[in-house]
């Protein structure tokens, strides 16, 4: 059963760095053609993409974080990564990792237990 | 603002039927993109309810059920039960993002 756990800091000051890392298992991040990518969900409030990156390679982004998010891989660990440069409070936020059911429009099929970020000074 | 419109709530009786709406345009449902539905729990991640317009992952009971026509989208729910009080989101792809990921703002149900 594939399973998925976000870790990182749960507390970040404004204009630093979001940094977190999904760990993967009971699967590979390499393998066939799902998307791999991050959902957050302000307090009290609706679920926003943030970006995906598939199997295959590529990596897409939502235009409203306005190129401060990159996703990355490191197939080594079977993990991937979100950086969220220049934080605000409105960066505040349940962070999850998430993988696609089957191929990229079929769906998100897994989702982690989400880490809540909270940034502040 | 989200891209796709849902109703803020809705409720019913247990054992009524409810029904949840979900409203795009021609660049998301209306361009014939999917649509998926989760299921959000009190405290818990989202869950997928329904793929693909239609279909349900296995284990998720036939209670529920998922239609599409045009640029809009709905989720029933049938004999409703107290467990099934949630927020539920509506989510499809939109292709002024690339086609990229879009989410309605989420429904709560409440079972009175």
């Known amino acids: 059963q594939l399973q998925l756990q976000e870790s990182g800091p749960r507390l970040v000051k404004p204009s630093e760095t979001l940094s977190l890392t999904c760990t993967v298992s009971g699967g590979s991040i390499s393998s066939s053609t799902y998307y791999w990518g991050w959902i957050r969900q302000p307090p009290e409030k609706g679920l926003e993409w943030v970006g995906s990156m598939l199997s295959t390679g590529g990596t897409y982004y939502n235009p409203s974080l306005r190129g401060r998010v990159t996703i990355s891989a490191d197939t080594s660990k079977n993990q991937f990564s979100l950086k969220l440069t220049s934080v605000t409070a409105a960066d505040t936020a349940l962070y999850y990792c998430?993988?696609?059911?089957?191929?990229?429009?079929?769906?998100?099929?897994?989702w982690g237990r989400g880490t809540l970020v909270t940034v502040s000074s | 603002q989200s891209v796709l419109s849902q109703p803020p709530s809705v409720s019913g009786a247990p054992g009524q039927r409810v029904t949840i709406s979900c409203t795009g345009s021609?660049?998301?449902?209306?361009?014939?993109?999917?649509v998926h539905w989760y299921q959000q729990l009190p405290g818990r991640a989202p869950k997928l309810l329904i793929y693909?317009?239609?279909n349900r992952p296995s284990g998720v009971p036939d209670r529920f059920s998922g239609s599409k026509s045009g640029t809009s989208a709905s989720l029933a729910l049938t004999g409703l039960q107290a467990e099934d009080e949630a927020d539920y989101y509506c989510q499809s792809y939109d292709n002024r993002m690339s086609g990229h990921l879009v989410f309605g703002g989420g429904t709560k149900l409440t079972v009175l």
């Open positions: 021609s660049s998301n449902i209306g361009a014939g993109y999917d």
């Open positions: 693909s317009d239609n």
């Open positions: 998430v993988r696609s059911r089957g191929s990229v429009l079929s769906g998100i099929g897994y």
